[in-house]
């Protein structure tokens, strides 16, 4: 199955000395991404599949296709929990409609 | 027929002032007592108003939490002690209450809180002062040492609050809306980081209010007690997270909190963010100038 994923329109984001960090508006949880976490969230623009995000960072960091993908899905997996990471298994081209946390 | 007086006082703190109106004259007294120099007669331009409707005390609910919220374009905001409601689009709202200080306090310090999230700017747990007509923010949770320092400020220092700093970029005001209440400026008046602090009448353990002056912003300290005295540079993202887990925030509206987590780092791209490490000595003014 292919994966896609997609940052949350609402999230509030900045690129600070090389570094990103964002936070959920709807908890004001603070993320601070590495460069691995920030690659991963540059790609996530709904279109590009797991799979190619995973091509990437192999590609630009020393790591394994499948420590990089155990990395990418535990990232990821923290992201959508606070609402900031959509992820789906087709293409997504609209923020999807919002789920309040349990 | 019983005739009462609405009394009128324009508490005027951020140069944003707030015309608050009762019917009692001994809540406009309290009122006046509390507010002392940030009370302004009413003027003529367009401020904030809020009416008050006292009710009788009651058991409050000690545990329960401020709540702010946006309903049908108002801000509905309640605690144990009070319920209000603000209308942003009319500038006009009310609180029910007791006849207590605290509890317009409280919906002061949201309104401003409010308020400042739409100009880039925001209400932040700090000590400030004014020294040489520049401003100095010490930030710190409860117990860094706040009112210490603020206790061993110099005779030259004017401190505008030890407990909460009010912060916003420096604008002037438009010329179709003049705020002939705006707090007096210091002298001199040399070019800053583009932000201005102001007084405010929100004291901590110092339980006095703020001198009613507004100062061009030069530097925030974090303030770490410790063996001497001495400042330390922290790194912009440190700076970042330090200055919002200070911020006083209530409401939970996503907009909102993106708009202060996008001030923040306006905040520490121009405002010059230290740790300083200081032993509660007056000495340590010596490294403030």
């Known amino acids: 199955m292919t994966t896609y994923l997609a940052r949350s329109k609402q999230v509030a984001a900045r690129m600070l000395g090389g570094e990103m960090m964002i936070m959920s508006p709807r908890d004001t949880t603070l993320f601070n991404l590495n460069d691995v976490g920030s690659v991963i969230w540059e790609s996530a623009d709904g279109k590009t599949p797991l799979d190619e995000i995973i091509a990437r960072l192999c590609a630009e960091f020393d790591v394994t296709p499948d420590v990089a993908r155990q990395d990418a899905e535990t990232f990821i997996q923290e992201l959508a929990e606070h609402g900031i990471m959509h992820v789906s298994d087709r293409p997504i081209t609209a923020e999807p409609p919002r789920q309040e946390p349990t | ?289």
Request: glycine share 8%.
């Open chain 2, 1 to 289: 027929m019983t005739l009462t007086a609405t009394r009128e006082l324009a508490i005027d703190i951020g140069g944003m002032p707030i015309l608050v109106r009762t019917d009692s004259a001994e809540f406009a007294a309290l009122l006046e007592d509390r507010y002392g120099s940030f009370i302004h007669a009413p003027s003529g331009d367009r401020i904030f108003s809020l009416d008050i409707d006292l009710i009788p005390p009651r058991t409050i609910e000690e545990d329960e939490d401020v709540r702010v919220r946006m309903e049908s374009g108002c801000w509905i905001i309640t605690r144990g002690d009070f319920r209000a409601e603000f209308d942003p689009r009319t500038g006009h709202g009310w609180v029910r209450q007791s006849p207590n200080p605290y509890s317009i306090d409280g919906v002061l310090r949201i309104l401003h809180s409010l308020f400042l999230a739409s100009e880039g700017g925001f209400l932040v747990h700090a000590a400030s002062a004014v020294r040489n007509g520049r401003a100095f923010l010490f930030a710190g949770v409860s117990g860094a040492g706040k009112t210490t320092l603020s206790r061993l400020a110099p005779p030259d220092c004017e401190v505008l609050t030890d407990e909460i700093s009010y912060v916003r970029p420096a604008t002037e005001p438009r010329p179709t809306e003049p705020r002939p209440t705006e707090p007096r400026h210091t002298e001199p008046r040399p070019s800053g980081s583009g932000y201005v602090a102001f007084g405010t009448p929100f004291a901590g353990e110092l339980a006095r209010i703020g001198a009613n002056l507004r100062a061009p912003l030069a530097a925030l300290y974090l303030l770490v007690q410790g063996p001497e005295n001495r400042i330390e540079p922290v790194d912009p993202t440190a700076a970042v997270r330090a200055v919002l887990r200070n911020i006083l925030f209530f409401a939970h509206d996503e907009e909102l909190v993106g708009l202060v987590f996008q001030s923040v780092f306006d905040f520490v791209a121009q405002v010059p963010v230290h740790r300083l490490i200081f032993t509660p000595d007056a000495r340590v003014w010596e490294l403030i100038a």
